[in-house]
């Protein structure tokens, strides 16, 4: 019985890990499209129309680019399986290049909210809020019709 316990331990592991990745491969497709800024805080500030101008779209396979003044690009990978949902953020071309941002983020819809560390290192945004005397920046996004 007990070597028959391993085999069916892994099989229950490997398919929480294939229904994770299925998890992450539909957030990743149902963020695809181009983005409109809705709100956002940076520090606790609204800097909303500051930023409204700006050019956001992902791309299949997690990858995006973000055009304000300068462009910037990259690829992103989530984990849907943490509350919240976990997003690593890599810039490989622009002016935060190899720069990794870690974010939270939902999706529902036409609507996704991301919360980004900008402060650096392995810190990571508990909550979707975006509070005085810190570098969390908050946005709202609407899909682009």
């Given at each position: 019985?007990?070597?028959?316990?391993v085999?069916?331990?892994?099989?229950?592991?490997?398919?929480?890990?294939?229904?994770?990745?299925?998890?992450?491969?539909?957030?990743?497709k149902?963020?695809?499209?181009k983005?409109?800024v809705?709100?956002?805080?940076?520090?606790?500030?609204?800097?909303?129309?500051?930023?409204?101008?700006?050019?956001?779209?992902?791309?299949?396979?997690?990858k995006?680019t973000?055009?304000?003044?300068?462009?910037?690009?990259?690829?992103?990978?989530v984990?849907?399986?943490?509350?919240?949902?976990e997003?690593?953020?890599k810039?490989?071309?622009g002016?935060?290049?190899?720069?990794?941002?870690k974010?939270?983020?939902?999706?529902d819809?036409?609507?996704m909210t991301?919360?980004?560390?900008?402060?650096?290192?392995?810190?990571r945004?508990?909550?979707?809020?975006?509070?005085?005397?810190t570098?969390?920046?908050?946005?709202?996004?609407?899909?682009?019709k």
């Open positions: 019985m007990r070597a028959l316990a085999p069916v331990f892994l099989l229950g592991v490997l398919s929480f890990a294939v229904a994770d990745d299925k998890k992450n491969e539909d957030d990743i149902a963020s695809v499209g983005w409109d809705a709100k956002a805080e940076l520090g606790g500030m609204d800097i909303t129309e500051q930023i409204k101008t700006i050019k956001f779209e992902i791309m299949a396979g997690g995006y973000v055009v304000l003044g300068e462009k910037d690009e990259g690829t992103f990978t984990d849907a399986s943490k509350t919240p949902k997003m690593d953020i810039s490989t071309a002016p935060n290049k190899g720069k990794l941002i974010a939270i983020y939902k999706i819809g036409d609507a991301i919360c980004y560390e900008l402060g650096g290192g392995d810190k945004p508990t909550k979707f809020e975006s509070k005085t005397d570098k969390l920046f908050l946005v709202d996004y609407k899909r682009k």
